[in-house]
């Protein structure tokens, strides 16, 4: 059965930060802190989906999904991020996967979307090695609660943003500025990760990806083309799909964290790759010796409300390009995140973009591509990280902070999209 679905995250949607024993996550530090993100804006209330899981579930039911994919806030149900297990938090999720069950609508949650503990960064979050064998106890734990009736895993995401945005640039939390010093948590979360799946495999589950970013790279210089689509697609998708790191040296750095057999773990078969896919990137010589490449930006196609540009057939050239690098080493893809911003009620722009990916995604599968699901980001607007509630994602429009839910024109054409499948 392909997945057609709607995808959300913790702390983006649930709310209820400093309810029912939920320990603290890096996110709360970092957007209570001012000048972190815009308006000063955080996810203490969010879409309080943590309240309003129930109307949530019936716009899914109403929508006509079969899946959704969720993430579970690692500090609702370890506080610490070691140690103690938070039972209020693991019931959440107990009852949100019981109302999905019950609606027909496979759960497929994501392990972490960035909201790592704050105790775990205090001694170093990512940059240190044990927090991944934290993340294999705390998936330990979740699948015990789960597993019979959840057999569907997601265990990180976007681990490549989370790296750059959060440790090298420091726009995301925990806030760190360490350009190339950030690489360990390259290799500390694709670590947790392996060391997840066994955790996941040993509870039974079934079906277990990873959910990487992935852009396809219009290069204007060769070399700087393939270093940008070094650091950004393959060095979260070659350890994982072929067992080895690509080739650093246009960087001059090597990843010295790698220890003997930490590529057989990583390595551990996949069930599926999850690709979230958002626009190209156009890459050219590099300016200055920084980086040995320049973003370019795209021009001369139309933008969301974010300014991203708009490109559907490049959700076609990542994906037929993910099966000519890797071969039968790639597992069937999931599209694990496509979708806008913008913010009117009546958002023809939104039908018109998740229409063209579509397309896409169909002439991908007639080139031979195994794709096996799509989930549009968001079902609701949400926080949207360092951008707070400026930026709108949702199919259903949210009032902040009434939390009034609407669903927009786009979630009727999705609807009806649906029930043509
Ligand atoms: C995802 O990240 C996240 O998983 C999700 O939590 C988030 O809410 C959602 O997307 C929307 O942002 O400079 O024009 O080339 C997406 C990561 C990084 C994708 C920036 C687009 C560059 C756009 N994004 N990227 S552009």
Redesign the pocket.
Known sequence: MFLWGTAT?AY?IEGAADEDSRGASIWDTFARQPGRTRDGHTGDVACDHYHRWPEDLALMSDLGVNAYRFSLSWPRIQPEGSGPVNPKGLDFYDRLVDGLCERGITPLPTLF??DLPQALEDGGGWLNRDTSHRFADYAATVAERLGDRVSGWITL??PF?HMV?GYAMGVHAPGHALMLDALPVAHHQLLGHGLAVGALRAAGAERVLITN?C?PVWAEDAAAGDAYDILHNRLFNDPVLLGSYPDLSAYGVTLDCVREGDLEIISAPLDGLGV?Y??P?RIGTPTDDSLPWT?L??TGYP?TA????VVPDGLRELLVGLRARYGDALPPVYVT?N?C?YPELDDQARVDFLDGHLTALRAAQDEGVDVRGYFV??LLD?F??AEGYH?R?GLVHVDFPTGRRTPRASYHWYKDFLARQ
């Open positions: 995250a983006q979307h960035w995401n976007e943003v945005f970013n852009t979230n958002y626009n990137t973003d930006g795209i933008t974010f300014g991203w540009p995140e979708g911003s980001w968001s949400n949207e990280w930026q994602f």
